[in-house]
Structure formats: C-alpha cells, structure tokens
C-alpha cells in the first residue's frame, strides 16, 4: 500500500536550505537527509548486508549498467529481484547506466534512440534505450529507479551542453511513459551543465512530466567547489518541495554538509568505501591516511568519536599493520569505519536539523576540521 | 593459576588411537581433537576476530617469522602481546619459524647456532637462534609455543634427514632451557623425515628433554597420503599419553579424519582459509569450485547441511558472482563458510568420540564424500 505522500517534509531549517524529510518506499522510509553506500556489483565493497545493517544505513545503491553486464537482470528477476538475490532487504536506489556507459567514452556512441557502447567485460556491442533502462531496472525490483540520462563532460561548451541537456529532457520522457511498476519509483535527473539558465529549463522540463524525485546530474566532474555549490543552487530554486532532491556522485564530508545547507536530501558517493580500500579514513578532525609512520604505534582508535566496530575493537597501530601487510581484513575494517562515519554524520545533520540549529552544527562541523 | 594437568585425556576410542581431551592454557581451555585456523600476519586472512568467535574457533596460530618480521615482536609486546594487538582473547599458538625459514630456500642457512635469512620484504639480513625463537614468542605471549626446528625437504637421502633431525633435537633443548615465561606453554617438534625409525628416535629425544605436547613436523612436504599416515603412526607410538599430539600443517578434511583417527589431537593448516580465497569450498558432499558455470542460476546455500553464516543468507549464485567479479565480499564469505566447515567438523568428531562410535562417524563421512 502506496502512503498519500512519497515525500513528506518534516521540518525545514530556518538558516537555510536544508530539510528533514521522509522518503516512503516499498521496502520501508528512509529519513532524509540521507547518504547511499554505493554498492555497485550487487555487494557494497569488502562489506556484508548485516555490517551494512548495524552500521545503519537506510539503502545503497546498485548500478544497473554493471549488474546488465554481468549477471544480468533476468537472473536476478528470478532470484526475487536485487533485494533477495544480495539479501538486502531495506530500500535500493539504482541508477540509470547514464554515467557508465558515458565513463566508456570511446567505446560508447549517443543517438536519438539510446546509448550504444561495448561491454568493459569482453567487448560485446550493447544498446540501451530509455525503455530499456526502466526495463532493466523493474527487474531488478530497486525501490527507485532513474531515467537515463546523457551526462555532459567538464568542461562543455554551451552548445554541447544544450544539446545534452534537451536529450535528457526526451529520453526523461520516454522513461516515464515505459514505467509500469508502481511501486518502483521514478526519478528524473536534471543536467544544464555549468550554465544556470540551462540547469533551470532542465528542472522545468523534468517537473513538467512529473517524476517522484529530482536529481541533480553532471556536478562532481571536474568543477570547482563552487561551481558545484552554485549549480545546485541554481536547480534546487526550480525544483518542487514536495519531491525530495538528490546530488549524484557527491561527495566528501564537507559536500554533504555543504549540500544539505542548500537543500539536498539524497547522496551517494563510492568516496567513503575507495577511500577505505585505499587508507584513507574519515575522522571528526579530518582524514587519518593510515600508512603514515606516525601511526606505528599509535593505540588510539581512527577517531575517538566513533562507536563503529573497527574504532570499538582496534587500534591505529593493528589497522596500520595491516594495511601495509595488504591484508583483506583491512579493508573490511577500514570500510565499516568510513561508512559508518558517512552514516553518523548523516544523522547528527538531521538531528541538528530538527533541533533547527544547523547553522551551528555546521560551524562546529568546520571549527572540529579546521582545528587539526 | 595452572591446573594439575595441562592435558586431559578424557576419552579413548575402543575403535582406533582417537581421543577426546582438553588442553588447559593461559587464555582457555582448548577442546581436542582442534583444527587451529591459520593467522600468519596477526589476521585470519579475511575474517574478523568476532567472525572467528561466531564459527565457534578456540585457538587461532600466528606466525613468529612473519610477526617478527613486520611489525616486530618488541612493539606487539608493547600493545599487550599479541592477543592484545589482534583483539583475540582465547588461546593462540604461535610457530616458531622453523618452516617458513626452511621456506626461503636460498636466502636462509642453517648453522648449529641458529638460523641466518634474508627478510622476505626488505631483503635484509637477519638470525634466528633458538633462544630468539623463545624470546620472540614470550614478547608475542602466545599460550603454546613451539621450538625451533629445521624442517627436513621432501625427498631427502637418511644422511640429510638424520643430521637435521639430530640439530632439531639439540635446538629442541636450547628452547627448553630457556624458556622463562611459564604460563606460556612450550611444544618439541619431531622430525625424522620418512623414516620409521628416526622418527621414533626423534620422539624419544624430545620426551627424554620433556615438552608441554608433542608436534609432528616434516609431513605434508609433498609425500604421499600412505607415507604421511606411516610417519603419523611411527611417532604417535612412542609419544606418551600425557601430552598433545599436534600433526602441523595438515590438512584436508580427510587428512583431519585420519589423523585423528591414528591419535593426533591438533591441527592447523592454510588449505581452508586459502582455498576460500581461490573459490574452492569445502562441502559434505565435497568440493563446490564456485566458478564453475553450473552453479550460474543454482539457489541453493554452499551446503544444505551448512549453518554458517554464509549458508544461511547466500546463495551459490550470488557467491560464484562474486568471485568472478573478484569483489573482496567473496573471499570474506567464502572463508567464513570454509573454516566453519573445518570447525564444525572438528566438533562432530569431537562427539562421536564422545559416544564412542568414531569408526561409524568415519565411514559416513567417506560415505558422503564418495555419493556425490
């Protein structure tokens, strides 16, 4: 049963932009803001569901172009969808293929009727079409599901971006009409570049057909900060309260809090589980790069804050030793720690937002980085 | 506080040289027969200590040489010893190095006052004595430690294998005397290659200098199965009763059955934690090489009979996905469901022991293994 509103804003900070919310799925609500882990092969990497469970995150995301790849998503029809054949039972968000198959480059060619490219695995030609991008997702069963979008490379002339820009809104459309899963919903993904007045015809566009939730497409590409902060500004001013808004592919710590001040609801970024592979951990005082000598014999966990698994059971010392020893357990340790950090944080911003004092988490936020 | 016994023999088989006991150490009580999962670098390659407590493991094995090596034992003492480093408070055996020395071929030799090699990592030259053996493993604290021994190459004419089986004993002694620290436990290792007869005279030094247990080393060099079960018997005969019998580095699931069934009370071997890691899982009705394309669509758990936690939440389609996608989830399910295996087998033995009906136990359990 479907409630009367998908999107419910609970309250709205009085400082700024920033909302709490809460997103009805078919597999539970997620408060909003939130952070997706990104699990993209149908596994969040080097973590089971359970880790990902107790560390509490409220849904992750799978991305469609891989699992069409490989295993397929008439398999996993078969083995109940993506959430029984990962054994995920909390809500998925996929995404489209847009920004993979675009990632392929060369191997990949746009037209009118959908994207053509070659299989990373064994170089075998593919063609996905907008239908068959929803298609694609209604078998895998995510909770939401978005519209292939073309993504626009940094830099990008006006003219290229305009172009993109007006494809997107079509195949936007062509998504909307092939949906017949009701209880998967459908989120449109706004592009227009780096020029504001194009991020506004996009968002238009998009309301125009109707969609569960707004995406914001083509940021985190190469632009400054600010650029970033200035195109999200310039699509969240055009996009409806009764939706809720989500920033594709961001971002570190300060963008999700950066985003959230402007309005942001949704994120997801491979940032906090890469970084994990690589070393590379999140503290409350900024980043801890775990090789560095000077953690050799360091007893402390990666930050005395946090109540994960990994800071309530080792020391910098052990997690250190073995990442230079390259051991799996390192990046199964250093995984749920970032994660669990993106999470954590995540729910002191929508605390801070129901308190209505977001303006000085922020600072404190900031004060906590910058003390280091 | 110590018990009177250090070893209790609690069972006979009236069938064959199996029995049940338990070992009294420092950090717990150790039910045998055990089989100790491998943790060379201060890690169960891939699974976590709480992952280990869960699959119902009692005592884990480090490696000296690869501790001593990286991080170094003066800093893991530092932390606590290594129980304290690793977060593992049940008992842990550690190896002394003799292997893993012998294994370094042409950077390592062999001189009657100890052992010179080449760091695998750096290359830099080092010396292992027995006396160092010792002390390094006090600094590790680990509850059974083992003496320093050569190992003997497969195949080796008598006169190679009866000079270093002579060495062994008279380093044997060396360990003995200076071990200090006595809530730490101390194990002799037997050589004699693949004579009956060295063998027992290698037993006989050993007891004459007097062990805390017994190991049997030099097997599962590349002999055969007979061989392997001839030198297991030609030194089980002359070791006492009083004390453990530990058959190092073996082995199979039915290498475990056999051992036990000549007398050998402990166990530790890489096969199931490495054979995780490759995709090869160990089932009761044999081998499932995960890869293999039959198990593409199959929605069936490892093994039906399974309880582990990968069993009870993955299917076999899931799993061969993930290692052919090499995602870092698969060796970390994979092994947990192996080394439960190896547990959980280690526990029925254990019981038909118990009800004194071992023989039956072992021809089920060939029975399974060839019904498939």
Redesign the interface.
């Known amino acids: 049963m479907m409630p009367t509103s998908l999107f419910t804003q609970l309250q709205r900070s009085s400082e700024c932009g920033a909302r709490r919310g809460v997103l009805s799925t078919k597999h539970g609500m997620v408060q909003t803001p939130v952070f997706m882990p990104v699990g993209t092969?149908?596994?969040v990497?080097?973590?089971?569901?359970?880790n990902l469970r107790e560390l509490g995150a409220q849904i992750i995301l799978g991305n469609t172009y891989h699992l069409f790849i490989?295993?397929g998503h008439e398999?996993i029809e078969?083995?109940g969808g993506l959430h029984g054949?990962?054994?995920w039972n909390r809500p998925i968000l996929t995404d489209s293929g847009g920004f993979q198959i675009f990632s392929l480059k060369e191997l990949a060619s746009i037209t009118e009727d959908g994207a053509t490219f070659r299989s990373h695995l064994d170089g075998s030609k593919k063609f996905l079409s907008p239908e068959d991008a929803v298609a694609v997702q209604e078998s895998l069963g995510s909770d939401i599901m978005m519209c292939l979008d073309t993504c626009i490379p940094y830099p990008a002339d006006r003219n290229q971006t305009e172009e993109a820009t007006a494809l997107t809104g079509r195949w936007a459309r062509r998504c909307r009409d092939a949906h017949r899963k009701k209880d998967q919903l459908l989120f449109g993904i706004t592009q227009g570049g780096m020029f504001a007045d194009l991020r506004r015809q996009s968002a238009e566009t998009l309301i125009g057909i109707g969609f569960d939730g707004y995406a914001i497409g083509g940021l985190s590409v190469g632009e400054s900060k600010s650029q970033m902060h200035d195109m999200t500004e310039a699509t969240v001013a055009h996009l409806p309260d009764e939706q809720p808004v989500y920033l594709m592919g961001v971002g570190t710590p300060e963008d999700l809090v950066d985003g959230v001040w402007r309005g942001v609801d949704m994120f997801d970024c491979v940032l906090p589980t890469r970084n994990a592979?690589n070393g590379m951990l999140f503290t409350s005082h900024g980043k801890v790069v775990i090789k560095n000598s000077r953690y050799?014999?360091d007893?402390a966990p990666i930050d005395e804050r946090c109540q994960c698994?990994t800071c309530s059971?080792?020391?910098r010392?052990?997690l250190r030793?073995?990442f230079?020893?390259r051991?799996?357990?390192s990046?199964?340790?250093n995984t749920i720690h970032n994660l669990h950090f993106y999470v954590n944080l995540m729910q002191e911003i929508r605390d801070a937002i129901e308190k209505d004092c977001f303006a000085s988490f922020r600072n404190d936020f900031y004060g906590r980085l910058e003390g280091e």
Chains 1, 2 share one sequence.
Do not use: C, D, W
């Not at 990497?45 to 359970?50: F, L, N």
């Open positions: 092969q149908g596994t990497k080097a973590v089971t569901v359970e490989r295993p398999m078969r083995f054949f990962i054994n592979r050799r014999q007893p698994y059971n080792y020391s010392a052990y030793h073995l230079v020893s051991e799996i357990l990046y199964h340790l």
